[in-house]
């Protein structure tokens, strides 16, 4: 089994050239969920970053509704990476503006798979303080995420991929490094520049665009070779 890099990327970009209109018509109902935590991010990262270089002298204010927003917006995530997923594997037929907005039980098992990914990546580093384990452990990990596309498509989890290694590290690197190296990239770039904030932003929403279409056609490649090797050992 083979999980070809240029081939899948180049794929993923078509992909997403081809159906924009309908990439645009999807992200509209989760955009809006997004809206209110957007509005409030500068206030948040700026207090942010105030707590990291220990420069509150006062009461921390944080903006109203933020709980609130910050479920919203974890609401729209799922929801937009759901139907991204559902439009690689079946079709631009099987997903509309409204596809998925009141099926709370597949967008909680979404949610829930990310915050488990996420615990286990974060944890870790925060234990040891060392940012390189971050990335061994997502390395490690990384076949867990192609359950997102099992939960999107209605499949059971699987915890156990037993990928090949050369499988494995193609898909790290598709899912994991390409995406944090662009953005390290850009966000460089555009700090030399004088252009960070909004502009980075936008960049990190075509990176999650991206690595949404391109982790789906990951599945489908790995999936489809898998279902043809046991084919061929099993006549």
């Not at 700026?46 to 903006?63: C, H, M, R, W, Y």
């Not at 919203?72 to 991204?84: C, D, V």
């Not at 596809?99 to 979404?110: C, D, T």
């Amino acid at each position: 089994m083979i999980l070809p890099i240029k081939k899948t990327i180049l794929a993923s970009l078509a992909f997403i050239v081809v159906n924009w209109r309908k990439i645009i018509e999807i992200s509209i109902i989760p955009l809006g969920f997004a809206f209110p935590l957007l509005l409030v991010l500068p206030e948040l990262m700026e207090l942010s970053k105030q707590l990291f270089t220990g420069q509150v002298d006062t009461a921390i204010n944080v903006p109203d509704n933020t709980l609130l927003y910050m479920f919203l917006f974890l609401y729209g995530y799922a929801l937009l990476s759901i139907n991204l997923a559902r439009l690689v594997i079946f079709g631009s037929a099987s997903v509309s503006a409204l596809s998925g907005v009141l099926e709370f039980g597949r967008i909680a098992k979404y949610v829930g798979l990310t915050m488990m990914v996420g615990f286990a990546i974060v944890f870790p580093t925060a234990l040891t303080g060392l940012l390189f384990v971050q990335l061994i452990v997502y390395f490690l990990i990384v076949p867990l995420t192609l359950n997102f596309v099992n939960v999107a498509i209605g499949k059971i989890l699987n915890f156990r991929w037993n990928l090949p290694f050369a499988v494995h590290v193609n898909l790290f690197f598709m899912q994991v490094l390409l995406p944090t190296l662009f953005a390290y990239l850009f966000g460089s770039v555009a700090e030399a520049l004088g252009i960070s904030g909004y502009i980075s932003m936008f960049v990190q929403v075509l990176i999650f665009y991206w690595s949404g279409v391109n982790l789906a056609f990951c599945y489908r490649v790995i999936v489809a070779k898998a279902a043809a090797d046991n084919s061929a050992q099993n006549p």
